[in-house]
C-alpha cells in the first residue's frame, strides 16, 4: 500500500494532474518552431513547471518559458535554460 492516498491528501491526485501537466507542457513545446529539437528537460511538481538544459539562444529560453506559461493548470514555470556555448543563463524576467 502507498503511504498516500488520494483520500489523505489529494496527492495521487495531484500526481496524475502533473504528469497530465507536464505532457501538455511538452507538446505544446515541440510545437513550437523556436523550441522544437532542442534537448530540453521538463520536471512538473505541483503544478510548477522547471525547465532545464540548453538552448541556442536566449530567445529561445525565453520563448520555451513563455509557452510553459500559455498551458492551462501551470502555476508557477522556474526557467532553468542556459543558452549552449554562451556566458550564461537565458534567463526570462517571468513577465508573460
Do not use: K
Not at 510545437?31 to 529539437?37: H, L, V, Y
Not at 530567445?59 to 542556459?82: S, T
Amino acid at each position: 500500500m502507498h503511504p498516500f492516498s488520494a483520500d489523505d491528501d489529494g496527492y495521487e491526485e495531484d500526481h496524475l494532474g502533473d504528469e497530465l501537466l507536464a505532457d501538455r507542457v511538452a507538446a505544446t513545446l515541440r510545437s513550437d518552431p523556436r523550441i522544437r529539437g532542442r534537448r530540453i528537460e521538463l520536471v512538473v511538481q505541483n503544478r510548477v513547471v522547471i525547465l532545464l538544459g540548453d538552448v541556442d539562444t536566449a530567445e529561445a529560453g525565453a520563448a520555451a518559458g513563455r509557452a510553459a506559461w500559455g498551458v492551462p493548470g501551470v502555476f508557477d514555470v522556474c526557467n532553468r535554460l542556459g543558452v549552449a556555448g554562451g556566458s550564461g543563463p537565458a534567463w526570462w524576467d517571468g513577465s508573460r
